[in-house]
């Protein structure tokens, strides 16, 4: 419950400003590419300088890449990013029961919409082994693999994102 907590004012705090609002990183430009998926100060730092050395984060933000937008507004595939990684612990044990509020988030948060989650939430449980192979699975290798799951189910593959 602490985490699904965590995880709403992360939301809530998103479009003021994306370099507060991320947990695992300084935001966007290249330093947050390079470093991307790496916990800690470190990574962060080095990532924040790399920013700041170049510049590029300002670059980013005024041509609307580098995982940068123009709005001020995180991308939806960061939000779920951010979500998976706050949460890969309940959404691993929800995936493998079929239910769960963390995984009724996640299907929101990936756009399946309330008539379809009863068939997300049975794909994930049906393809768990395929979805978190391993116990070190990270969450982005396990957003990769749900995606590559749902692109191939007749209803959920219009729900895919860039992962």
Do not use: W
């Not at 309940?90 to 009863?118: D, K, R």
């Amino acid at each position: 419950m602490k985490r699904l907590l965590y995880a709403a004012v992360v939301f809530a705090l998103i479009p003021v400003s994306q370099s507060f609002a991320e947990a695992t990183g300084p935001g966007c430009g290249v330093g947050a590419i390079i470093f991307k998926g790496q916990k800690g100060v470190v990574p962060q730092v080095l990532a924040a300088t790399t920013n700041g050395t170049l510049g590029n984060q300002t670059f980013g933000i005024s041509t609307g890449t580098l995982g940068c937008t123009q709005d001020g507004v995180v991308k939806n595939d960061q939000k779920v990013d951010v979500f998976a990684s706050a949460n890969l612990d309940n959404l691993s044990q929800e995936m493998a029961q079929g239910q769960g509020e963390h995984l009724a988030s996640l299907a929101s948060l990936l756009g399946v919409p309330a008539e379809h989650q009863s068939e997300f939430f049975a794909l994930t449980q049906t393809k768990y082994t395929a979805i978190f192979p391993t116990e070190q699975t990270t969450s982005n290798e396990m957003l990769v693999s749900l995606n590559g799951e749902m692109s191939t189910h007749p209803t959920l593959s219009s729900f895919t994102s860039s992962h």
